[in-house]
């Protein structure tokens, strides 16, 4: 079993409320997990609206479809107009048997 977990740092320079920033947020939350099957949480900056912080974690049986999709969860965050992504850090979870 492969692990990874992606942290993305995000700025939401337009988000002037709460209401505007989960208009933003929520289709990263709703889609990345029914398009790619992955966990999705907003792990961090809850109350503040021009911060968010993002947890993805993808698990698969090999170590190539974890980063598969991972990357396109990523790519998927990237290519938002409405935010910028101030950070992103992978890290691989060790799972004991």
């Not at 939401?12 to 709460?18: F, K």
């Amino acid at each position: 079993m492969h692990v990874l977990a992606l942290d993305l740092r995000l700025r939401l320079p337009h988000a002037d409320s709460l209401k505007a920033k989960r208009s933003v947020i929520r289709p990263i939350t709703e889609r990345l997990p029914n398009k790619l099957g992955v966990a999705v949480a907003e792990v961090e900056d809850q109350n503040e609206h021009r911060f968010s912080r993002i947890a993805v974690v993808a698990v698969s049986g090999s170590a190539r479809q974890t980063t598969e999709l991972i990357d396109e969860a990523e790519r998927f965050v990237w290519s938002r107009p409405d935010l910028e992504v101030l950070d992103a850090d992978r890290t691989w979870m060790e799972v004991d048997r």
